[in-house]
């Protein structure tokens, strides 16, 4: 039976979207004076969002980016986070909606921002049925389907068991799929794709070892 899930809001994922951010790493480093920051946005289509995720970005795309240090450009050491879709999960021991009516609102932040929509209530089916696009525009830009697929576990998330999906480059781990929300509320959960250093964890494990894969899934999506 599908699990209900509160509310959900979403910008689909373009594979143009997905190379700009696997290109990141690799583009010329910009210093972090707000000058020429501000330049580097400008050029780009970019803006601040210091709201909706501490310290991020919203890209030309529309989706919000958030990454090590609060620079994504150059440094390919640091670990960002493309935020496309947002969830308020059905928490089982909130009988009562004491978190309701504050998280509506931030949903609502979410479900506003341009090119965005918005859900409520859904499942978690519809959760999938989001990742599964975003899939698909990965796999559009890196010419493969994914190395590894599992389900989250509530080691990786709160909210229902949904897919992660895994794939890799020379330098870096692509993993798509629910992500912990570390701010500033931290009752949702976001759905994103992160582009992290393979060095972040250990090597990947084989398809069957499925706590394995969850630690390693961890080590590169975690805040």
């Keep these: 039976m599908p699990i209900p899930v509160h ?4 910008r689909p994922l373009t594979a143009a979207a997905v190379a700009e951010l696997v290109a990141l790493p690799a583009v010329p480093q910009v210093p972090d004076d707000v000058d020429a920051m501000d330049a580097e946005l400008q050029q780009r289509g970019w803006s601040w969002d210091h709201e909706l995720v501490c310290d991020s970005f919203r890209t030309g795309y529309g989706h919000v ?15 960002r986070f493309l935020v496309f879709g947002e969830l308020y999960p059905l928490d089982p021991d909130d009988e009562s909606m004491t978190n309701g009516p504050w998280l509506y609102d931030l949903m609502d932040d979410w479900q506003q921002l341009p090119g965005w929509s918005g859900r409520r209530p859904c499942t978690d ?3 999938e049925a989001v990742l599964a696009q975003a ?10 389907a994914p190395e590894r697929t599992i389900l989250s576990s509530v080691a990786v998330v709160t909210g229902p068991a949904l897919t992660h999906r895994i794939w890799r480059t020379p330098t870096h781990a692509l993993v798509l799929g629910p992500a912990a929300d570390n701010g500033p509320y931290g009752f949702l959960t976001h759905l994103q794709l992160s ?5 972040c964890g250990p090597r990947l494990p084989p398809a069957d070892d499925e706590d394995g894969l969850v630690r390693w899934v961890t080590a590169h999506v975690d805040w």
Excluded at 136 to 142: D, F, G, P, R, S
């Design 135 to 144: 899939a698909q525009a990965v796999t559009e830009h890196l010419g493969t």
């Design 65 to 79: 980016l958030c990454s090590d240090g609060g620079n994504p450009f150059g440094h390919p050491d640091a670990r």
């Design 125 to 127: 089916q519809d959760c």
């Design 7 to 10: 509310a959900l809001a979403h």
């Design 195 to 199: 582009c992290t250093p393979l060095a």
